[in-house]
């Protein structure tokens, strides 16, 4: 979120029977009492001042009587409005034709600055919405269940999820959040699965790459997503499996003539500048998001700040024979004491990985699943927006980085999803400064391996995808603020 | 050249080999240690041995090297000039040695030092091909690709062959995205090699697939052209990159080149039609074919030629047709008043006429009696070209087989069931017959004994289909097959009358059919079988051009007799499709696909509403 971001949010975590209302009423039943009190003052105030002009008290408190008849009347207009204004509920449990889209249609609504609630925990984290025929139209254009309730019933519902003895809560989402996406330019030989769930869902975004993270221009964004980089500058390992393609020379070309043009030597020095870019972005207060390679090779390159860890085929120099124990962990976001891959033919960049990408083989993708863990929704609203889904046990997919060996995380850090019974964590969240960082290990959690040159993943054919929504948690989850948590 | 890099291999090779051959036991031992630590990782420990074996040895090369190379990896880059200018001193003019130094002064971020290392270098012998290849190897190693282009470009100036280093700037181009360059590269190979265009083009297909690598190609191609405007060479590259790039229109100016250049008169334009005809380029391969047939082509290339142009001017129309949206396959006949496939008939007749007994008469006079038959449905016209393409000796059995599919087409629609069922047969029983003729002459037989209200028939021959998804009809009998087994036993009468009806239709009565459809309707009102005969009326309708009467009829099915309709959203689909493509009111259109979404969001026509609605909006799909 950028440093002059306006209030996304309006808390009502502890308004009770808080159904939408007209503004002037203030936007709830309590303040909607008031108002009524406030304006019977008034009244009553004329009433007064229609004595003094010359008419009997009787005459008088006649008059007022009719008036507080007629406050009393718009008091139950009023408040029968609490309950007249109707909803188009969008389930996000196994109801739900199209759950991808539908993160987009809350996208989309927010776009049209219409507010949407977001009922955490309640039918797989459903999103609530004004009825609104435009917005109902667009569900049935883009394929998106949705069921229309009656203002009864919407207030039914506020008043369930908000019951202190259920693990439910509302967030208000206000205003769409601004998406980036790091990409450099031209062709990529694997496909991203965060702009595959971005295109998908319609959701808007910017690419961006090295020179405009070093311009300053994250701070236009509250959203920054990294998929299959590799920080470290070393290429992504391909060298071992890719060293003649025309693809990998081509990339590596590129990115040295980049560097080049920004002033710098080597590659990875530059991804070491464009990483610390992006760390000041967060400490500022923006989200990002990292998935596969990008998580790892992300806290490596800032642990890896004064050292070089780069072989000679990835930037013309041995590496620094002691890189290993001038890693500065302090500076990682979520791990620690990881020991650096230092085979530049390996396709592993540190034992953060698990399982190791040349063991990979030797998974079986019939028993490979990761658990969900789950978060109270009163207290912990931020966990619990990233980890809504239909389902509680996901499939697991393979990665370049696949899931993060649990000792190496730091403490800090709040665990997500785990492989069960594994030392093993698929997705983890953090805050750094006054943003904060999500971590998702795997590459495409509809394709179990995909390799290079493969096709991209059809996500018409996977609309259902809990792995996909995990992605688009994290889309919405910006437009979100944490709550006051009750002491 | 080859004289000296031999020589130079061979020193090398004894040098190595003398250096191990003159060791002492304990420095056989110490350079295995060595050897063993470097393996391991220790380098540190792997350089101290070998310092002290080149202390012992200064003129051994592997201890030399041994030195260096862990100098190096330690970025212990003093060191490594220090022994690298030690070993200079007793071999001064040793190439690979300064190009070593200036490695080692780049590395050690020393580059101006490293770049005049390397200009001096090459000042050492000048003359010497592997001199340059030496110091761009270098480069290359260290990342210097620009640099190493024209170190590549100097050796070449300074030689006398202009294509020397062709190949090797042509991939460090290609590899540095300078595509202008590396095509640059390949023409002057090119122009040495003029046998090499396959070669060439193999080498070029790395980058000339992508639009910036075709588009830098392209430009280049065109000034070597300025300069070289007689060069065929060039002209064929570039009409391959046009057509790699589907540019065919400038493809097609290009192969006028050809042509002209290589005196092919037409030949040359000839196979550039028959490229873009495969391509589906249906506009340029017309304009290609009868370019092509100005010019004096040799005989037996003239009826392909023709045929070429017949069948291009066919599908131009055809493809003109299909895009009006709501053409369904034997659609609505083209009115006499017509004259748009005029000209490809007059043409297919030609051909038949001037080139009888060859194969491409035989498929002209098919093409002729399958345009009468689907634009004009002149019956008698198709009966009188089926029976000649027949009498064509040079018609294969294939097509035979196709004829007699049409005779009994024709013989359906001119009621002649007893002819229609022999012509079918005949396919179904044909061993040489394709599977899908086979499954086609299946399905018509099985029509024919619906028509006939041998209910019991059809359904076995039905069976007897493959219903292999692949095969074209294999919907087709599904559909019927459906239709039959639901009714045959609920109702049978209403059954019998759908089949006349449906007989009817083929035969293009449209009016009686409609008329018996709808006395489907009045008399089994409550049958199933009515949703199916209003719908063959909106559609009938719809072949008519009889829009708004389709739409009343899907009005009826949605409103009237809605209770008892199983397929509404396909009712509305199309109701939906006749406002959209036949009477052009888009936002009713709108409305009923919205619609259809709203009553049948489960339905599977509920994809393609969605996308239509997209289109409606003007929204990108």
Known sequence: MSMNAQPLIRPIHGERGNAHLPAWCGGNLESGREECMRLRSIMSSAAQLHNRMGKTVAEGVQAAGGYLWLLIFLCIITTAGAFGQSKLLIPMDL??????????????????????????????????????????????????????????????????????????????????????????????????????????????????????????KLYEYDWLHLHHEDFTGQYGKFYASFAGASWYIEQQVMQEKEATRLGFKKVSELKKTVVRGIRDFVANGGFLFAMCSATDTYDIALAAEATDICDVMYDGDPPDPDAQSRLDFSKCFAFTDFTLERNPLRYEYSDIDQPPSDLLAMQNPETDYFTLFEFSAKFDPVPTMLTQNHVNVLKGFLGQTTNFKKNLIKKSVVLLAEREGMDQVRYLHGNYGRGTFTFYGGHDPEDYQHAVGDPPTDLALHKNSPGYRLILNNILFPAAKKKQQKT | MRTSTVTFCVLLLVFSTAGTRSQ?????????????????????????????????????????????????????????????????????????????????????????????????????DPGNVQTYRVVASVLIENRLLDRAADVYRKGRTRSDDPSLFSMELA?????????????????????????????????????????????????????????????????????????????FPQAFDIYRQIDQLSRANGVAILGFADRVFRERAYDVAASAYQEALRYQLPSQRLPQARYGAACAAKELQVSVDSSRGLTRPGGRPTSESTTRYAGPLAAFAAIAEEYPRTEYAAKSLYQMAMIQLRQYYDLDQVKQLLEKVLAEPAATPSLHTDVRLRMGEIAVARADTLHAAEAFAAVAATPSATPDQSDEARLHLAELAFFNGRINDAMAMLDSISMNPRHDFANDALSLHVLLEENAALAPGALALYGKAEYLARQRKNSEAIALFQDLVTRFPRVPLVEDALQRVGSLYTDAGMFAEAVVTYDRLLTELREQCRMSDRTLFRKAEVLQFGLQRLPDATAAYERLLVEFPSSVLATEARQRIRVLRGEAL
């Open chain 2, 171 to 247: 991939q460090l181009l290609a590899a540095t995205m300078d595509y202008a360059g590396a095509t640059g590269e390949y023409l002057r190979w090119l122009q040495q090699n003029p046998a090499q265009l396959g070669f060439v083009q193999n080498r070029m297909a790395a980058f000339s697939w992508k639009k910036d690598g075709r588009s830098a190609a392209i430009a280049t191609v065109r000034t070597s052209l300025d300069s070289r405007p007689d060069d065929l060479r060039l002209y064929e590259l570039l009409g391959w990159l046009y057509l790699e790039g589907k540019e």
């Open chain 1, 95 to 216: 109801q739900q034709t199209d759950h991808l889209k539908a993160y987009g249609i809350a996208y989309w609504t927010l776009t049209k600055n219409i507010e949407v609630d977001w009922l955490l925990n309640y039918r797989g984290g459903s999103f609530l919405i004004d009825a609104n025929p435009v917005v109902a139209t667009e569900c049935r254009v883009r394929g998106v269940g949705f069921e229309e309730l009656s203002g009864s019933q919407a207030s039914q519902l506020y008043a369930e999820v908000q019951r202190e003895d259920n693990n439910m809560d509302v967030v208000r989402l206000e205003k769409a959040p601004k998406v980036a996406v790091y990409v450099p330019p031209g062709f990529q030989p694997w496909d991203d699965a965060v702009t595959l769930a971005l295109e998908y869902a319609e959701i808007k975004y910017d690419k961006l790459w090295d020179k405009e993270v070093l311009e300053g």
């Open chain 2, 24 to 124: 002492t036991p304990d420095a056989q031992a110490k350079f295995r240690l060595a050897q063993g630590f470097e393996q391991s990782g220790e380098f540190d420990r792997a350089l101290e041995l070998y310092r002290e074996l080149i202390t012992r040895e200064p003129q051994n090369y592997v201890f030399f090297d041994g030195v260096h190379r862990m100098a190096m990896q330690l970025k212990r880059y003093d060191e490594a000039i220090a022994v690298i200018k030690a070993r200079l001193e007793g071999l001064p003019t040793d190439i690979p040695l300064h190009a070593m130094l200036g490695t080692a002064y780049y590395r050690a971020g020393r580059e101006q030092e490293a770049m005049e290392i390397w200009d001096r270098t090459i000042t050492l």
